[in-house]
T-cell receptor, first 112, second 114 residues
């Protein structure tokens, strides 16, 4: 099966940088994704890493180390609207290469 | 594109009743997923389809749950009979196999079984 671990909560101030870590165990790995979900909303896709290294998309970056079964999401220049839950998710495992298994989510609270 | 469309947005039903959730994926997407989200269990994959064919239904909790995709633009998730423990937000998502593997989620159906 698969398991993912990420911190349950993170607090940071506006303008700061925050890193949300994710470690995973899976049989069969095709990539690590990150999703954002605001309260009452739907998850929205942020990034995907299939290979080791850093992917940058604006203020958000995502990193993957397959040898360490580890990744992180880096949010820079935090804004109040970044307050949300962030989920890491792995592709692969028993559900097949297309299926995503999600972590339990990290609730980010951005304070003024 | 209007995105993934789910209906209804909210459903309140009595225990034992049949519930049908509906989903219209993004046109051209060849994968469709049903997820359930609860505080206790997080986001769980229930079933997914590729080109209207069910690929993996191992996440379907029990025989009370069934899902169909009669064509590329419509899918249903049915619960019969419903139980209070089925109360959750049910999300449908779709994706296209030849892109960056991101899912587009619908707004979800909040189901409450009383």
């Amino acid at each position: 099966g698969q398991s993912l671990e990420q911190p349950s909560e993170v607090t940071a101030v506006e303008g700061a940088i925050v890193q949300i870590n994710c470690t995973y165990q899976t049989s069969g790995f095709y990539g690590l994704s990150w999703y954002q979900q605001h309260d009452g909303g739907a998850p929205t896709f942020l990034s995907y890493n299939a290979l080791d290294g850093l992917e940058e998309t604006g203020r958000f970056s995502s990193f993957l180390s397959r040898s360490d079964s580890y990744g992180y999401l880096l949010l820079q220049e935090l804004q109040m609207k970044d307050s949300a839950s962030y989920f890491c998710a792995v592709r692969g495992g028993t559900g097949g290469r297309r299926a995503l298994t999600f972590g339990s989510g990290t609730r980010l609270q951005v304070q003024p | 594109d209007a995105g993934v469309i789910q209906s209804p947005r909210h459903e309140v039903t009595e225990m034992g009743q049949e519930v049908t959730l509906r989903c219209k994926p993004i046109s051209g997407h060849d994968y469709l997923f049903w997820y359930r989200q609860t505080m206790m269990r997080g986001l769980e994959l229930l079933i997914y389809f590729n080109n209207n064919v069910p690929i993996d239904d191992s996440g379907m909790p029990e025989d009370r749950f069934s899902a169909k995709m009669p064509n590329a633009s419509f899918s249903t998730l049915k619960i019969q009979p419903s139980e209070p423990r089925d109360s959750a937000v049910y999300f449908c998502a779709s994706s296209f196999s030849r892109t960056d593997y991101g899912y587009t989620f619908g707004s979800g159906t909040r189901l409450t079984v009383v």
